[in-house]
């Protein structure tokens, strides 16, 4: 199969033409109508063989893992993504790793409606990029920048389970269930579309949540207190391990993919009640101070510096 067939072959169904799309894949650029879009945000990722995935893993997990934590920023920007472009390098066109790859994409293009507007296909070890186009109401981004002192912190899911998953690689089986949230992270774009009306800063926890929550305390210039009986740990960690250990994971572990997000406090009813009516999970960490200490206070009202320790390429 050439470059043109496998284009053709795995990639052309995902790039269904009409609504908002008048050329996908097959031209030299892809041209969308951009009548409807106020504003954009746009994001790219790269992920790398054997720094980010592991080749022995599931094609359909490496593609969904992937295009899951690129589509993750457009949610922690509020955005509701709607063209994606893929650069793929690979060493050889193997069919059969290919299928599984296009399914791994077919699964969120289609939950998100999203399309696959086009891309590059090249020779070379295994690399997978991504940029994510998503729109915005003008005025509704939910930047790093905007929480204010008062405002309430959050995180949308419980935490720490990829984070040990990638401790347990060596010697376990890949479907063990301590995997799925590693291999098949959901990126919260519903959780986004909400927030947008009602928070005034989100991440998404992609490096841990100490260092992520760090970057809206610095963007923010206010430091928080987080009370450490409410940190959402994962329910399957607490089987595996001590809950001072579970709770190290959750505090710092990375690829998540949750949001962290703070809402004032006029706002704190609304918005819990949107997310209950929408039937999403949210789970009140902390509170944001004018002190610009990053703390969390146990349950003895003892209070204990937090330094963020997440993940870090150089
Ligand atoms: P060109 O030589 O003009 O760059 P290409 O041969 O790279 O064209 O690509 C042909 C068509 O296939 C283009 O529409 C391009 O966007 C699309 N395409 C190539 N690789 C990918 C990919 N990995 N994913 C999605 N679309 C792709
Ligand atoms: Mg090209």
Partial sequence: MDEFELISHFFSPLSIEGQDLLTGIGDDAAIVDVQSVSQLAISNDTFVENVHFLPSWPAEAIAYRSLSASLSDLAAMGAVPLWVTMSLTMPEPNTTW???????????????????????????????????????????????????????????????EPAYALTQLAGKSIDDAIFRKLLYPKPKIEHGLILSRYANAAIDISDGLSSDLAHIL???????????????????LLEHLPVEKARDYALNGGDEYELCFTVDSDKKADCERALNEAGLS?????????????????????????????FRHF
């Fill in 218 to 236: 610095n963007a923010s210039h206010v430091g928080c207190r987080l009370t450490e009986n409410d940190i959402p740990i994962s329910k399957l």
């Fill in 282 to 310: 949210y789970y009140r960490i902390g509170m944001i101070t004018e002190s610009l200490d990053f703390v969390l206070v146990d349950s003895d009202g003892q209070t204990e510096g937090i330094n963020p320790a997440g």
């Fill in 98 to 160: 290919l299928q599984g790859f296009t399914l791994g994409l077919e699964k969120l293009v289609t939950r998100y409606d999203v399309r696959l507007i086009g891309g590059d296909t090249t020779k070379g070890p295994l690399t997978i990029s991504f940029t994510v186009l998503g729109k915005l109401d003008k005025g509704r981004a939910l930047r790093r920048s905007g929480a204010v002192v008062g405002s309430y912190v959050y995180v949308t899911g419980r935490l720490g």
